[in-house]
């Protein structure tokens, strides 16, 4: 199994980024897929998940805010993230939901004016 995220960058508070996350190696439209963080100091937690079918659940801190997707022909599953607040700031990975213990190497979201 192999993820592959990317999309992060530096973004002012209030400002949008599209995440993405290729996946290789598995049957990827079975599959609830979830993207998680970790900020610095803390623990991984995930922050929303999709299922097959395209049926999401959000933390309730990005509820409203972000929007995750996914597009079973390309093996790939997205997070959009409109209003990025300083806290959202962290490394963003993607895996199954639950995690599998496969991981990619994350893609860094920092937001600061």
């Known amino acids: 199994v192999q993820l592959v995220e990317s999309g992060g960058g530096l973004v002012q508070p209030g400002g949008s980024l599209r995440l993405s996350c290729v996946a290789s190696?598995?049957?990827?439209?079975?599959?609830?897929m979830g993207w998680y963080r970790q900020a610095p100091g803390k623990q991984r937690a995930m922050v929303a998940f999709i299922r097959s079918g395209g049926s999401a659940n959000y933390i309730d801190s990005v509820k409203g805010r972000f929007t995750i997707s996914r597009d079973n022909a390309k093996n790939t599953v997205y997070l959009q993230m409109n209003g990025l607040k300083p806290e959202d700031t962290a490394v963003y990975y993607c895996s199954t939901y639950p995690p599998s213990g496969y991981w990619g190497q994350g893609t860094q979201v920092t937001v600061s004016s």
């Open positions: 190696g598995m049957l990827f439209r079975i599959n609830v």
